[in-house]
């Protein structure tokens, strides 16, 4: 068995979380398979491929916490219709369809064109919006913010 790593508290006020990821660590290498999640924690499992913005099939706990947030986030965009990075992707997006497209992108959006493979989540040669705020929340999350 790995050794035991520390895991930060994955939310304010999520020690109970925590200790619940702990325990759906069955290998304890710090991270959650599907099979894992699926498990010990159906609920979070049912958002597992939103989760793993990476893609290698393993949430960590760092991703947790910036699902987390930008399901907050998400939360407040329902209150308030449209933030700005909603506007901004709806301008980029000229077709209209949700889907960013890497020569959408380089034209509205250069900067996140810059990053497009690594924003690409699932690797379908499209960027929706959610990708793109997970992976917003994950740079954050990196970032300590």
């Keep these: ?34 099979a894992e999640a699926q498990r010990a ?12 913005v990476d893609g290698d099939g393993q949430i960590s706990p760092e991703e947790v916490r910036a699902f987390r947030r ?7 965009t329902r209150a308030n219709p449209k933030s700005k990075l909603e506007a901004y992707f709806e301008r980029a997006d000229s077709d209209g369809n949700g889907v960013l497209t890497l020569a959408e992108a380089e034209r509205g959006l250069p900067r996140i ?3 497009f493979a690594r924003i690409d989540r699932n690797r379908d040669g499209g960027v929706t919006l959610e990708e ?14």
């Excluded at 793109?132 to 913010?145: F, I, P, V």
């Design 1 to 34: 068995m790995a050794a035991f790593l520390p895991l930060p508290v994955i939310a304010a006020g999520g020690e109970r979380l925590t200790q619940r990821f702990r325990s759906a660590d069955a290998d304890g290498n710090g991270m959650l398979s599907r």
């Design 41 to 52: 924690l159906p609920r979070l499992a049912r958002h597992f491929d939103a989760i793993d």
């Design 70 to 76: 930008s399901d907050r986030a998400s939360a407040r």
């Design 113 to 115: 064109a810059a990053k």
């Design 132 to 145: 793109l705020r997970a992976w917003l929340a994950l740079r954050k999350s990196a970032r300590g913010g």
